[in-house]
Nanobody
Framework: QVQLVESGGGLVQAGGSLRLSCAASGRTISNSGMNWFRKAPGKERELVAAIGSSSSTYYADSVRDRFTISRDNAKNTVYLQMNSLKAEDTAVYYC?????????????WGQGTQVTVSP
């Protein structure tokens, strides 16, 4: 049973920082892409950042230069360091593990962690 558990969300003032963690169990993340998505009220789910198995990264334009995604395969954990937070970053943040192999495609999701940025 694969489980992803996010932590680190909370309430922070604009300009502040938070570090989200996503701890995986039941499967190693070392050969999988890991993503952070967010969902704000009234908006569609958005891919915020992604990190490949080779640690290549992708960032949405809205967070580039402010957020950093990283992974620690030894701890089976992925992180999202969020700096210079803005009110528009307020959302529930979800960790996603994607499994892609010939004949196999599956996604696993965490329960989400709330990030609230006060103006």
């Amino acid at each position: 049973q694969v489980q992803l558990v996010e932590s680190g969300g909370g309430l922070v003032q604009a300009g502040g920082s938070l570090r989200l963690s996503c701890a995986a169990s039941g499967r190693t993340i070392s050969n999988s892409g890991m993503n952070w998505f967010r969902k704000a009220p009234g908006k569609e789910r958005e891919l915020v950042a992604a990190i490949g198995s080779s640690s290549s990264t992708y960032y949405a334009d809205s967070v580039r230069d402010r957020f950093t995604i990283s992974r620690d395969n030894a701890k089976n954990t992925v992180y999202l360091q969020m700096n210079s937070l803005k009110a528009e970053d307020t959302a529930v943040y979800y960790c996603n593990l994607e499994v892609r192999a010939p004949g196999t495609s599956r996604d696993y999701w965490g329960q989400g962690t709330q990030v609230t940025v006060s103006p």
